[in-house]
């Protein structure tokens, strides 16, 4: 199969040219007839197929070579839609709906009988999501309204935060990618639970859990990750495969600033190896690793967010072996790039 790329200059749905308006229509034809369409989406990049389709969901999991008990998000362009897709909904959810969407945010409900179990990998809850890319939510409702999709990546690698990279991946197995630029938040959609009481916390993202709790009063944290071999069913399923592991050795060094760079330093200079350091824009002049990639300035989380994955993609395709990264903890999007590198670190850590 031959993938189309098609580039949006225009991100809001009222400024599309005639020749975006016809990208968006074509992606409609082909999700409605049983192909696969990645789009831009604020947070990373989403790998599309009609929800009520099984054979869609089928053709999904094997593009991205994942395994069919790790269930996909139904996006949808309209809250209203939530009651298409989910029975029983609480309350809580039309609260986060008025609050937080459309945006960054998956609720986890009890599923409506006319969602295939393929889509949801046999669980009898279903993931929603309505994000708030236009171009997404354009597709979405040229598509039939109801679009199941993971991040457009194969199994196991950084989730893409650009079409390239959706390209790198996924190219042969999609019809067509809709380029909508760099992803503007960079991780995935926090994931919340409702169908538990207090509210559970999957995977944490750019809705934190204090906004949460803020609107919901309390909300559980329950993104601890399983080991990978775990016999255990994990809340999120995803949550149980190794993810974003970068091909070199990397280990996330916490501690005194001076600290980590005088360790980093000596263990580079011991070394044979291609040396790398994930280094905040302040220490970066500091370290003597073969490569430096920096990723935003210590106090803008949000750019730390939005580079992350690109600079572990970066790391492979530039054959770094020996990686260390800072720790980037904070009060707002911190938590989630802190739980996406220590998964991408095997939780392989160290304190000087
Ligand atoms: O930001 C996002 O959420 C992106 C964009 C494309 O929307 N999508 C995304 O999808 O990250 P994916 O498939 O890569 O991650 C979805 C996560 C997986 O860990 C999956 O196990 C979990 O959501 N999940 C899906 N349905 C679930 C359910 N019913 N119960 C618990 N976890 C679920
Ligand atoms: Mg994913």
Redesign the pocket.
């Known amino acids: 199969m031959e993938t189309k790329l098609f580039r949006f200059t225009h991100e809001h749905a009222a400024d599309f040219t005639s020749s975006e308006k016809e990208a968006i229509r074509e992606a409609g034809r082909i999700l409605k007839s049983g192909g696969l369409v990645a789009f831009p989406?604020e947070?990373?990049?989403?790998?599309g197929g009609d929800a009520l389709n099984p054979s869609s969901s089928k053709k999904i999991y094997a593009a991205k070579g994942r395994p069919s008990d790790?269930?996909?998000?139904v996006?949808i362009a309209e809250k209203e839609d939530l009651k298409n897709v989910a029975e029983d909904i609480p309350e809580e959810a039309w609260i986060l709906a008025e609050h937080f969407l459309p945006g960054?945010l998956?609720m986890?409900l009890k599923?409506k009988a006319h969602i295939p179990s393929e889509t949801?990998?046999g669980?009898s809850?279903?993931?929603v999501?309505m994000?708030s890319s236009e171009i997404a939510r354009e597709m979405i409702r040229e598509g039939g309204g109801y679009i199941a999709?993971?991040?457009?990546n194969r199994s196991g690698r950084p989730?893409p935060t650009l079409a390239k990279y959706v390209m790198e991946d996924l190219a042969g197995n999609v019809e067509l990618v809709l380029d909508g630029g760099s992803s503007v938040i960079g991780?995935?959609?926090t994931?919340i639970?409702l169908t538990v009481s207090p509210p559970a916390i999957?995977?944490p993202?750019a809705i934190t859990e204090k906004m949460l709790s803020d609107v919901l009063g309390k909300v559980r944290a329950d993104h601890g990750n399983l080991p990978e071999e775990s016999k255990e069913a994990?809340?999120?399923?995803?949550?149980k495969y190794r993810h974003y592991a970068p091909q070199g050795d990397l280990t996330v060094v916490r501690g005194k600033q001076e600290n980590v760079v005088s360790y980093v330093n000596e263990a580079a200079a011991e070394t044979d190896m291609i040396t790398a350091v994930i280094s905040s824009n302040e220490t970066a002049g500091l370290y003597k690793t073969d490569i430096i990639k920096t990723v935003g300035a210590r106090e803008d989380e949000d750019a730390i967010g939005r580079n992350l994955f690109r600079v572990l993609r970066e790391l492979d395709d530039e054959g770094a072996q020996l990686i260390f990264a800072e720790s980037f903890e904070g009060a707002g999007v911190g938590t989630a790039v802190m739980n996406r590198l220590l998964k991408a670190a095997g939780h392989k850590e160290i304190t000087v």
């Open positions: 989406t947070t990373v990049y989403g790998l790790n269930p996909l998000i996006h960054p998956t986890i599923k949801t990998g669980l809850t279903v993931a999501r994000p999709a993971p991040s457009a989730s991780l995935e959609s994931i639970d999957l995977r993202g994990p809340k999120a399923p995803g949550m």
